[in-house]
C-alpha cells in the first residue's frame, strides 16, 4: 500500500499564489508518474499537471504559464507552485501517484490522497 498525504492547500485572494505539496509514502519501489487533479463542487475531477519518471511533465491548458509542477530527489514528493490564482481554481486538489508492483513491473497502481481545499476569493 502507498499513502499520499497532501498539504498547502488554504484561502487566498484573486492573483495570488499557493505551493502544494504531496508526500509519498508506504511500500514503494519506484513510482512511474505522480500527479494532481483537481475537482470543483458540481464538476468532474480534472488532471492540473503530472510529472513522470523521466521528468516530462504535462498540464492542463487552463494552467499552463501560471502552474508548475516539481519533485524533490527521492521522486517521493511532489509540489504545484500555483501563481495568478483565479477564483476558477478553486477546487478541492488531489495527489494521485501511478506506482508498480513489487513482483511485477508489468502491473501498476493508482493511489490517491485525500484531497486539499484550495479557495481563490475574487
Known amino acids: 500500500q502507498v499513502q499520499l498525504v497532501e498539504s498547502g492547500g488554504g484561502l487566498v485572494h484573486s492573483g495570488g499564489s499557493l505551493r502544494l505539496s504531496c508526500i509519498a509514502s508506504g511500500s514503494i519501489v519506484s513510482i512511474e508518474r505522480m500527479g494532481w487533479y483537481r475537482q470543483a463542487q458540481g464538476k468532474q475531477r480534472e488532471l492540473v499537471a503530472s510529472i513522470n519518471s523521466s521528468s516530462a511533465t504535462n498540464y492542463a491548458d487552463s494552467v499552463k504559464g501560471r502552474f508548475t509542477i516539481s519533485r524533490d530527489k527521492t521522486k517521493t514528493t511532489i509540489y504545484l507552485q500555483m501563481n495568478s490564482l483565479k477564483p476558477d481554481d478553486t477546487a478541492v486538489y488531489y495527489c494521485?501517484?501511478?506506482?508498480?508492483?513489487?513482483?511485477?513491473?508489468?502491473?501498476?497502481?493508482?493511489?490517491w490522497g485525500k484531497g486539499t481545499q484550495v479557495t481563490v476569493s475574487s
Open positions: 494521485n501517484a501511478v506506482v508498480p508492483s513489487k513482483w511485477d513491473v508489468h502491473i501498476t497502481s493508482e493511489y
